[in-house]
């Protein structure tokens, strides 16, 4: 490739996300009466899970979404935190609950997550939820692939990110005749990564740690999306010249540095568009949180999402 990538911000992405979650938030809740409701929990004192929430609490305010914070000591009962998020679920102010993983041992965090209302799932995780995208109708999508949708179609489009962009300014990309790739199969990101775009019509192949002949397997792609944890595994050798690749991994090198699932230096050269680590994929995730929660609180008040 000789054109340099555009490379996808993800930071400015959800700006954009957040301007247009504001702008839907203004116009409904003056006709319901209130704002949408995010209840927080966290559950120790993990320093990472510290961090995440606290960016999750930034991003809320900046679209106009009131938070409800459980902060929990990690020697918490189960029937405490089930007592909590049964309060969660009952309370009418709050459409989004999100329950900050993992749990400390040994709190079954899959198990908790089940508990809350399937309406008011703002990951949506819940198997219900993983259920209705298998079937394609609505409900709460996988935040993380779900923001990755959102950087394909900014991948897709002609349009450049500025402070005036929202999501209105960027088309759904029709993705019929598209070979992507999603490398990983875990609940949380890959499976439903690969169904986000099979709805969009991609031909989609997931690859995992028993594919043979992963680099060929890429090669083919018009899409690769790579949701692995282990750094830098995906190189310009597996990317055909022209690819969009979106790097989902979060990985610390022993020298404390964040790198991706992809050696960005490597591939960016001959993709058409690629993700940075960090300030690409991680950002959307957050706001996709605010998305799903907003959405939530249009279903739950009968307003077209
Ligand atoms: P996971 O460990 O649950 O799943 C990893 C998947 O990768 C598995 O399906 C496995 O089969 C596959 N895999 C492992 N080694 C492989 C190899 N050598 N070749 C091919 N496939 C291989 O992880 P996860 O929860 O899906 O997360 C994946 C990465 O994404 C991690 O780095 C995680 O930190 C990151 N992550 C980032 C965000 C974000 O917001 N950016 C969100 C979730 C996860």
Redesign the pocket.
């Known amino acids: 490739m000789t054109h340099p990538p555009k490379i996808l911000d993800g930071k400015k992405l959800s700006h954009a996300v957040a301007r247009t979650l504001s702008k839907k938030i203004t116009t409904v809740s003056s006709r319901v009466g209130r704002v949408p409701g995010l209840a927080v929990i966290l559950v120790g004192e993990n320093p990472a899970s510290k961090t995440y929430v606290a960016a999750k609490h930034r991003f809320a305010k900046e679209c106009g979404i009131q938070t409800f914070d459980a902060n929990l000591p990690s020697t918490i009962s189960e029937n405490d935190l089930i007592e909590i998020i049964r309060r969660y679920n009952l309370d009418d102010n709050v459409d989004g609950i999100l329950l900050q993983l993992p749990l400390p041992k040994p709190l079954d965090g899959a198990r908790f997550t089940r508990m809350i209302a399937p309406e008011k799932d703002a990951d949506g995780l819940h198997p219900l939820n993983q259920g209705l995208l298998l079937q394609g109708l609505p409900a709460p999508r996988p ?2 692939p779900l ?1 990755v949708m959102t950087m394909l179609d900014l991948a897709l489009c002609s349009v450049e990110l500025s402070e005036e962009i929202t999501l209105a300014d960027i088309p759904a990309a029709s993705l019929a005749g598209k070979k992507a790739v999603v ?8 499976k439903p990564m690969g169904f986000l775009l099979l709805e969009r019509n991609a031909t989609v192949t997931f ?5 043979s002949d ?1 680099p060929a397997v890429c090669r083919d792609a018009d899409i690769v999306v790579a ?4 750094p830098k ?1 995906v190189k310009k050798e597996w990317v055909r010249p022209g690819a969009i690749v979106l790097d ?4 610390r090198t022993a020298e404390g540095k964040l790198v ?2 992809v050696d960005y230096d490597d591939v960016a050269p001959v993709a058409s568009a690629i993700t940075p ?1 960090p300030g ?3 950002p ?2 957050v706001a996709m949180l605010m998305s799903n929660t907003v959405d939530n609180f249009l279903r739950r008040n009968n307003e077209a999402v």
Not at 227 to 230: F, H, I, K, M, T
Not at 248 to 251: D, L
Request: proline share 0%; charged share 10%.
């Open positions: 935040c993380t923001g490398i990983g199969r875990s609940q949380l990101v890959g690859a995992h740690s028993r594919t992963l949701a692995v944890g282990v595994l989902v991994g979060i990985n991706g699932d680590v690409g994929v991680g959307m995730t």
